[in-house]
Each structure stands twice: as structure tokens, then as C-alpha cells.
């Protein structure tokens, strides 16, 4: 009997949005520019683009020349970490830090600015997945250029006390970046409120395209750019602008925030449903990073006596697509460096299934994985006892 | 899945058989130091069993099995070479990674069968050679579990590898019907195993300290760079003058020396196997067996000796070259495999006259 397939990968990436397809189009048709003409072609094309920037920075409470789009979220961090560390490192700020749990685009970067000479410091963790303050206190200090740090981790969807941070890390005289990929539209993001420096937005992980990102750049922030050619978004960001894709930002930015109660309300819900279903019919299961504040649409479960890899191919054979640790180039599941951050043991990290919520997921979903994953947790463990 | 030609058109034939199939590729090592071209194992051999996947509407997965593959296959493959014997790395893969942790995988989805692009043939509940002798791999499949040979599938076993070409050709899988043949260790890319060596063991390790090299009468008549260079049966890294062509007949750890001698001291006229396993009904004591000593060497008679738990003797008919510790023995009855193990110790047969430097 066929069922009707299960997308609970939202972390991963969306779908385009009707309405986002439908504002991209005229750019890939008539409207097809080069904002940087001077005809009337390009006139209209760098009107277009004005506009998205301007939209996009009201979404994040930024002025429109505090907006430059990038490719994505990994450009953007590395933008942000290692433009900023290069603008500042001759001045006596050699150091970074970050935490054990960040994105591979932060790490990467920050391992990077660490093979160019920056030293780097990565923040203690406490088991529940949330930065531990101490820590921070006693890492940030005035060597530090840049404090990057995950406002909503991707993984186990923990929310780091962002606003806090940042302002403690300006008090310092740090840049303080956030990968926010995860948290826009799922926590409240106002640049006029809050001090981070410099944030990163991603546009497929709600409902734009990919290969569209932003990363918000407040007046005065010093970055290096990570390209050299034209003079594009100032000479920031050379490379002829990616407009559709940047108008659909705006449009997808937009119709998320206008939802994002409603939204949010409704993932908790869900989700509160799933992991109930879940520890009903496996009481020992354990959702990672439970005790602290989490993003509504991403839970991560371990079940003892499992193995992730197993559970995945078994669950994507009946249709439900969930996601392991971090994905490998490979496409095989390789153990998750956030959870053996956290201090979970290589055995129970081995065996976690995340599932990430969003606009496809909706009552039937959740009562079909209620169904099968305890099923196939009940299989695997017998399997397990006989081995 | 390999991304190669056997086990595509393995999926493939099973797919026209109306199995219901699901690839899947072992990640086995880290892709991190890849080697572009290399024919097996490599990010882009998984992508080509991807689109291999792809084109026959099956699902695909990749399987890290890299941290027990570590443990059973590439940590023995050093152990063995600083114990001076020439270790086997694709039999322990068929039996522990392949056929043991990767089955367990396919149990956790109601997978039925195991199938491979292995050339050999499963037939009755018993392993036999595959029909190509020159690609016949039973050499490597000696040592699994018996049991696991009522699941195992080996569609290209009923090949020759011009027929398994021809039929990736047939079934549209141009991408890789040419590809060359992995001839290579996987985890050792370049073939320079001493390198994986080096890397793993101390660089005090014996194995990889200098050491004499001396004729089998005790004349030393050179020096290596250390003894895991060298394999019995090797000619490459031997000093030369000598009248007849000279080889590796042994290497002596506790010494660090390695042995060299004539073609005729490379013969031995039997061997002691151990961790042997049977894949058919133990053979008796007295009876006679066709073996092989090294894949692709002929097949040898040999009359089974002693059988000890799991230890082995044979006595061969005819002397066999270059019988090397860490190798295999494989027994045969006719096309049937019985079993086999790993080669503990040749029985020298020293009959020649002893050879001095020139």
C-alpha cells in the first residue's frame, strides 16, 4: 500500500515557495539584467535588487547598505569570520572564538584564519547544548578579534542566549558574528535591538531558492572581502548579483516573518506531538538537548541499542526522510560533532535520527512516524540481542 | 557497490530479475587524501554507484564502516608487516566488514539477501569458483561465515569479465563498462603500502629499522631499510651478482633479517594454515584437496596432513613457490571451496646446493 511520502528534513533545505517562485520568474524572463548596466535593462534589475535589500534588511531591522548577499550561508560565515579576522588581526586581536558545535561553514573558517596564523579558542559546552558562561567569560577577553557564535544550532536545535553574548563580547571590543541559518524565523532577530555585528541568513532553509544567502553587516564593521574583481555591493561582494534569487529572499524573508508565530506555534505543537509519540512507545529514547530552550522544528533522538545509518535507510525505504549527524561529501552518516560536544557517548551519538520540521509537515506526518519509528527501533534492537 | 563494473552489473542483472534492490557502497576510509584516479573506493567511485543507482531507479545508500573496517582490516594489515608476514587485507574485508558488519545492515531492513559483484558462483549452500578462472575470486571469500552463504547473491559469478563488460555496455551503463580494474589494496591508493606503514607505527617499529640481508647459509651480503619493504617471493630490493636470479624466500623479525636464495629454496613442499574455516563439510585427514597458496597461482594437489581445531597441515604433491606467511590457503574439491586460512609457515624443501656471492 503505498503511503504518502514523509519530509521531516527541514534543517536540511525547503522547497521554493509558490509565491517565491512566483516573484523570481520575471527575472529569469524579461526582466533578465545586469544591474550594473546603465541601460534601461540594467536600471530596472538594479531596482529590483535595491528593493530586495532594502525588504531583507527590514526582516533583520538593518538599514539596506547593511545587507549583502552572498551564495549562501557558508559564504557568508566565511565572509564574516575571515573578513573580519584579516581586517583586524595586525591590531593586536589574534584570537577567535567559537563554539564546539557550530556549523562546519564556522569551523571550517575558523580553522582556516587558525592555519593563517589566528588562535583559536573554542567555548565549553554545557550537556544540555547551551555555551557555558563561564567559559565565555574567560575566553573572550581583548585578544579576541571575533566571536562567532550559533544563535539556533542545527543539529539538536538549541538556542544560544545570543543577545546576551554579543553585547558582553562589544563590552570586550570583539566582532561578534552569528550563524543565524537556522534561527531566522523561528526566534526574534532586530539588529536595532541587539549588537551582534554580523549575521548570516541562508535562503533555502525557508522557502527560497538555493544559492542565495545574506549576511548582514553593521555600519562600521570592517570586513575583508573574501573576492576580488568588480565593485559590486560596494566592492564587498564582487560578481554580477544573483537578482531573481535575491528577490525571492526578500519575498520568502517576508512571508516567513508574517507567519512566524502562527508558525512557530504550530512546529511546537507538532513536534511536542512527535517526541510524546516517541517516548510513549520508547520510554528510554533521549531527546537531545531537551532541558534547554530549542527552536520549535528540529528534534534529535537517540534510541540505545540502534544505529542511525540503519534507522535512516529504513526509514527513507518507507518513505519518511530524516538526516543523521552531518551529512558526509560521501552522502554516508558520519558520527555528529555536536553530540560528542555536548558530552553524549559515541554509542548513543551513533544513533541519532533528526527530524526537522516545517511547512511540509503536518498532523498525518507525525502520526506516521509515531507509527513506523518505534516499530523499526523495536526491530533494530532485537537485531542488536541476537548479534 | 563499488562504482565498478562487477557489482553495477550485479545490481543491474538482479534488477531485471525482478529483485527488489537496494545499493548501497561501504565507506571504508577516510575520502579525505583521495587519489582522483584511482579505479575503487574513491568519493568518485561512490558517486558513480550513485548515478549506477540512479539509472536503475534503486535507492542508494553509503555505509561508513570506517571505524571497523580501521579495526579489523587496516590495523591487522600493519600488525601483520611488522610481524614480517605479508598480510591479506581483501579476505578479512569479505569476511568481517563485508559479509558480517555490512550484513548486519542489511538485516536492519528486512534485506533478505546479500549480493556482490564478487566472480564466484553459490550454489546448493556451497561456494564455488566463478566461471572466469582467470577472474575467479574465491581466494578472498574463504574465510565467512558458512551460514552467510544461504543470503549471498553473486549475479556476475556466471561471467567472464568480456560478458560483464559487455552487459554494462547493453544496459547502458557507459559510465563505467570501461573503467580499469582495482588491482590496488583500496585503503593504499598509490600501492605504497610502506607509506600507511610509516604513518601508523612508531619509527623505532623493527619492521621498518634496517636490517641484513643474507643468503639462507648466513652470509650477509647487504642491508635493507627495513624488513616490512619485503614480501617472499620478491626480486625487487635483492642485490644482484649473483648466478641465478635471487628472491625473498623469508623474512626473520626477531632477527630483522631478510632471507634471499634461488628459485629452488623459494619452493616448499607444504605449510601449516591456521584460523581456518570450512565452508563445506570438514574434509578428513589422508584425503586430497587441490589448494591455491596466492591468488592467482595455479592450483596445486595436496594431501590434507593434520587437522588440529583450527589449524592445518598439507602435504603438496609437487613443491609450490613462494608459500608466504599472512597469505591464504584455499582448499578445493574440484569447483567447490572447503575452506582455508591464513599461511602460518611453508615447509622449505632445502635441496639445492647453497649459493654464494659472486
Keep these: 500500500m503505498p503511503t504518502t511520502p514523509v519530509y521531516l528534513d527541514h534543517a536540511a533545505t525547503t522547497p521554493v515557495r509558490e509565491e517565491v517562485f512566483e516573484a523570481m520568474k520575471p527575472f529569469y524572463g524579461p526582466r533578465f539584467g545586469n544591474p550594473s548596466s546603465t541601460h534601461r535593462w540594467g536600471r530596472e534589475a538594479r531596482a529590483a535588487l535595491d528593493e530586495a535589500r532594502e525588504r531583507v534588511g527590514r526582516c533583520l531591522g538593518a538599514r539596506p547598505d547593511e ?26 586581536r589574534p584570537a577567535i572564538v567559537s563554539t564546539p558545535i557550530e556549523h562546519k ?4 573558517a575558523v580553522h582556516h584564519a587558525g592555519d593563517e596564523g589566528a588562535e583559536e579558542r573554542l567555548l565549553a559546552m554545557t550537556a544540555d547544548g547551551v555555551v557555558d558562561r563561564d567559559s565565555f567569560d574567560k575566553l573572550v577577553d581583548e585578544k579576541v578579534a571575533v566571536c562567532t557564535m550559533m544563535w539556533v544550532n542545527n543539529e539538536i536545535g538549541t538556542v544560544q542566549p545570543v543577545p546576551e553574548l554579543a553585547a558582553k563580547a562589544k563590552e570586550r571590543g570583539a566582532i561578534f558574528h552569528t550563524d543565524a541559518v537556522q534561527a531566522f524565523g523561528k526566534v526574534e532577530i532586530d539588529a536595532r535591538k541587539q549588537s551582534f555585528d554580523l549575521l548570516t541568513i541562508s535562503g533555502h532553509k525557508f522557502g527560497a531558492a538555493k544559492g542565495i544567502g545574506a549576511l548582514f553587516i553593521r555600519r562600521g564593521t570592517e570586513l ?22 535575491a528577490v525571492g529572499l526578500a519575498r520568502a524573508a517576508e512571508l516567513t516573518l508574517a507567519e512566524c508565530e502562527a508558525n512557530c506555534a504550530r512546529l511546537e505543537k507538532l513536534r511536542e506531538k512527535l517526541e510524546a509519540g516517541i517516548l510513549a512507545k520508547v520510554p528510554d529514547a533521549v531527546i537531545h538537548g531537551r532541558r534547554a530552550e530549542r527552536a520549535p522544528h528540529i528534534t534529535n533522538v537517540s534510541v540505545p541499542g540502534t544505529d ?5 535507510m529504513a526509514l527513507d525505504l518507507r518513505g519518511i526522510a530524516c538526516s543523521g549527524g552531518s551529512a558526509c561529501q560521501s552522502g554516508s552518516v558520519d558520527p555528529s560533532h555536536v553530540l560528542s560536544a555536548i558530552g553524549v557517548q559515541p554509542d548513543l551519538a551513533n544513533a541519532a535520527v533528526r527530524m526537522s520540521l516545517g511547512m511540509l509537515t503536518n498532523e498525518g506526518c507525525i502520526d506516521r512516524v509515531i507509527e513506523v519509528f518505534p516499530a523499526l527501533v523495536a526491530k533494530a534492537r532485537q537485531l542488536t540481542t541476537a548479534h | 557497490m563499488s562504482g565498478g563494473v562487477d557489482s553495477s552489473v550485479a545490481a543491474a542483472m538482479l534488477v531485471e530479475q525482478g529483485y527488489d534492490v537496494i545499493g548501497a557502497t561501504m565507506k571504508l576510509f577516510c575520502h579525505g587524501t583521495d587519489v582522483p584516479d584511482r579505479p575503487c573506493c574513491s568519493l568518485d567511485s561512490v558517486n558513480d554507484a550513485r548515478r549506477v543507482c540512479e539509472q536503475l531507479g534503486i535507492p542508494h545508500y553509503v555505509l561508513n564502516l570506517e571505524s571497523r573496517f580501521g579495526h579489523d582490516v587496516v590495523d591487522n594489515f600493519v600488525e601483520e608487516y611488522a610481524r614480517g608476514r605479508t598480510p591479506i587485507p581483501c579476505v578479512r574485508c569479505n569476511t568481517f566488514t563485508k559479509f558480517r558488519d555490512f550484513l ?18 553459490v550454489a546448493n549452500g556451497e561456494l564455488h569458483r566463478g566461471l572466469d578462472a582467470n577472474k575467479d575470486q574465491t ?16 549475479p556476475v559469478g556466471h561471467l567472464d569479465k568480456t560478458a560483464t563488460r559487455a552487459r554494462a555496455h547493453a544496459m547502458g551503463l557507459q559510465v563505467i563498462a570501461e573503467k580499469p580494474e582495482s588491482q590496488e589494496i583500496c585503503f593504499v591508493p598509490d600501492g605504497d603500502y610502506v607509506r600507511i606503514l610509516e604513518s601508523r607505527l612508531p619509527a623505532d617499529a ?12 648466513g652470509v650477509v651480503i647487504g642491508q635493507h631499510a627495513g624488513f616490512a619493504r619485503y614480501t617472499v617471493g620478491q626480486r625487487r630490493g635483492v642485490p644482484g651478482g649473483f648466478p641465478h636470479p635471487m628472491y625473498v624466500i623469508e623474512v626473520r623479525p626477531e632477527s630483522r633479517a631478510v632471507v634471499v636464495g634461488t628459485r629452488e629454496e623459494l619452493l616448499g613442499s607444504g605449510l601449516i594454515a591456521r584460523e581456518i574455516n570450512w565452508l563445506a563439510d570438514r574434509p578428513e585427514v589422508g584425503e586430497h584437496v587441490s589448494v591455491r597458496v596466492r591468488h592467482r597461482a ?20 609437487e613443491p609450490v613457490s613462494a608459500i608466504t606467511p599472512g597469505q591464504s590457503v584455499v582448499l578445493y574439491d574440484g569447483e567447490r571451496v572447503l575452506g582455508g586460512g591464513f599461511i602460518e609457515s611453508s615447509r622449505q624443501q632445502r635441496n639445492s646446493l647453497p649459493v654464494l656471492a659472486a
Excluded at chain 1, 542511525?308 to 535512516?312: K, R, V
Excluded at chain 2, 588440529?308 to 603438496?316: H, M, R, S, W
Design chain 1, 224 to 245: 575583508e572581502p573574501l573576492l576580488h574583481g568588480g565593485t559590486q555591493d560596494r566592492g564587498r561582494r564582487p560578481g554580477t548579483e544573483n537578482v531573481a534569487a
Design chain 2, 206 to 217: 623493527p619492521a621498518l629499522l634496517p636490517g641484513p640481508i643474507m643468503t639462507s647459509n
Design chain 1, 67 to 92: 545587507i549583502c548577499f552572498t551564495s549562501g550561508g557558508t559564504e557568508a560565515d566565511n565572509f564574516a569570520i575571515l573578513g573580519a579576522w584579516r581586517a583586524l588581526k595586525s591590531r593586536g
Design chain 1, 105 to 108: 561553514a564556522v569551523l571550517g
Design chain 2, 104 to 121: 548486519k545492515k542489511a538485516d536492519a531492513i528486512d534485506a533478505r539477501w546479500i549480493a556482490t559483484g564478487h566472480y564466484a558462483r
Design chain 2, 298 to 317: 595455479p592450483l596445486a594437489s595436496a594431501e590434507i596432513v593434520r587437522i588440529d581445531g583450527d589449524e592445518l597441515e598439507i602435504a603438496l604433491d
Design chain 2, 139 to 154: 581466494y578472498f571469500l574463504w574465510g565467512i561465515n558458512r551460514n552467510v552463504l544461504q543470503r549471498m547473491l553473486l
Design chain 1, 308 to 312: 542511525s545509518e540503519a534507522l535512516l
